[in-house]
């Protein structure tokens, strides 16, 4: 159980173009998603926080209008990277939160590597 | 401010080997302390611990916690090449549910 899926594994995409990165907990309901980006040996950095019908919580220091976040179901946040740049070239991990009645644990889906050329 | 701390940030041991990791804390909120296991791709689960005193075992692996001390241990004993990666600690703050982590300790097991 608890696991969570992100989809695409990897893409690779043109400066200017934007990518759209879905994060799905596949046997629980996750009324918060969380985003974080992780740069290599580096300990991940949360973006923002992804709750299920409100508009989501950036870190400061992190552009909302660049990465833009939507919870549309208790089971699905999406990451649209928007005008990408070589810059935002990263690991791009979300997590969910079993708080419905389950195991009040984080789990991580599998993260998507962006690459922008 | 709220931090998690790691320590070793690295060690390298020989298979067979036992080896304890630290994750000390200072969380205004706490609600639980969680281990993850991170390799190439993103951390997966470890442990997560809410009560003082209890030890969290799974085969090889096991973990405590000192709510007084603000400290937790994770054991690893007879380790594999397998266990090789970054084992991350983090707080969860009951207030924002966010994770707090730690850097991390990069344990590498050699045959």
């Known amino acids: 159980g608890a696991v969570v899926s992100q989809h695409p594994s990897w893409v690779i995409c043109k400066s200017g173009t934007s990518v759209k990165i879905e994060c799905r907990s596949l046997?629980?309901?996750?009324?918060?998603m969380f985003w974080y980006r992780q740069f290599p040996k580096q300990s991940l950095m949360l973006m923002a926080t992804s709750n299920e019908g409100s508009k989501a919580t950036y870190e400061q220091g992190v552009e909302k209008d660049k990465f833009l976040i939507n919870h549309a179901s208790l089971t699905l946040s999406t990451l649209t990277v928007t005008s990408a740049h070589p810059e935002d070239s990263s690991f791009y991990i979300c997590?969910?939160?079993?708080?419905?009645?389950?195991?009040?644990?984080?789990?991580f889906g599998p993260g998507t590597r962006l690459t922008v050329l | 401010e709220d931090k998690v701390v790691q320590s070793p940030l690295s060690l390298v041991v020989h298979e067979g080997d036992t080896v304890t990791l630290n994750c000390s804390y200072e969380v205004t909120n706490f609600r639980s302390l969680l281990w993850y296991k991170q390799e190439k791709k993103a951390p997966t689960f470890l442990f997560m611990l809410?009560?003082?005193?209890i030890e969290k075992k799974s085969g090889r692996l096991s973990s405590i916690l000192d709510k007084k001390e603000l400290f937790s241990i994770l054991n690893i004993t007879a380790t594999q090449t397998g266990d090789s990666a970054v084992y991350l600690c983090a707080v969860e703050d009951w207030n924002t549910d966010k994770l707090i982590f730690g850097t991390g300790t990069r344990l590498q097991v050699f045959p």
């Open positions: 809410t009560s003082s005193g």
């Open positions: 046997d629980f309901q996750a009324t918060t």
């Open positions: 997590s969910a939160r079993d708080g419905l009645g389950g195991t009040d644990t984080q789990y």
